[in-house]
């Protein structure tokens, strides 16, 4: 069975610094994809990045980039120049592409400081 | 844009209660699913459907079952309520397992069982 593990239950940073989250996770599949989620107080979850596993290029969008490492298995999240909106949990999900089961890690809660 | 909604935002009911909660997808997506979060845990999957009539069990079922009649619709059925299902449920919809597909999350259904 799949796991996704994220280690750090909370996490802050300043204004405007650079925050990394971390996630692993374990399969034997080898056709799956990555996402990180974000869920903002009192707000719906939104994808933030996903990541397709047979690409070997770090996906990025806008501030926010991974860091994918498929032999270990690790799967982190970047968080440029954070800004207050950034405030928010932020979920590790992992997508099985041969059955479609999300599998989600616990969650990692961000706060970020002015 | 994809909505996905959950026909109560907050819910009380009493231990023993058959509960129903259901979730409305939009745009015709095949997969649906049903979640709870609770605090350190994430969000863990109780069951998905793939399509109409159909259901997986996700990791954490019992005390669960699920309707899909319609491919729009999905329902959570608590048959006898109890405490330990206190919770907060989300409902997902996903269009099939294509590269950059991404799951639409509803609002959530926060549900105390008395």
């Known amino acids: 069975a799949q796991t996704v593990t994220q280690s750090q239950p909370e996490m802050s940073v300043q204004e405007a610094e650079t925050v990394t989250l971390s996630c692993t996770y374990d399969?034997?599949?080898?056709?799956?994809?990555l996402f990180w989620y974000k869920q903002p107080p009192s707000r719906q979850m939104i994808l933030v990045i996903r990541?397709?596993?047979?690409?070997?290029q770090n996906a990025t969008e806008n501030r926010f980039s991974v860091n994918f490492q498929k032999a270990a298995k690790s799967f982190s999240l970047k968080i440029s120049d954070s800004q207050l909106g950034d405030t928010a949990m932020y979920f590790c999900?992992?997508?099985?592409?041969?059955?479609?089961?999300?599998?989600f890690g616990q969650g990692t809660t961000l706060q970020v400081k002015p | 844009d994809v909505k996905v909604t959950q026909s109560s935002r907050y819910l009380v009911k009493r231990t023993g209660e058959k509960v129903f909660l259901e979730c409305v997808q939009d745009m015709d997506h095949e997969n649906m699913f049903w979640y709870r979060q609770d605090p350190g845990l994430g969000l863990r999957l109780i069951y998905f459907s793939y399509d109409v009539k159909m259901k997986e069990k996700g990791d954490i079922p019992e005390g669960y079952s699920v309707s899909r009649e319609k491919k729009e619709r999905f329902s959570l059925i608590l048959e006898s309520a109890s405490t330990n299902q206190t919770s907060m449920y989300l409902c997902a919809s996903l269009l099939g397992l294509a590269p950059y597909n991404e799951q639409f999350f509803g609002p959530g259904t926060r549900l105390t069982v008395l």
């Open positions: 990541q397709e596993a047979y690409k070997q």
């Open positions: 399969t034997s599949e080898s056709n799956y994809y």
């Open positions: 999900a992992y997508l099985s592409g041969n059955t479609g089961k999300l599998i």
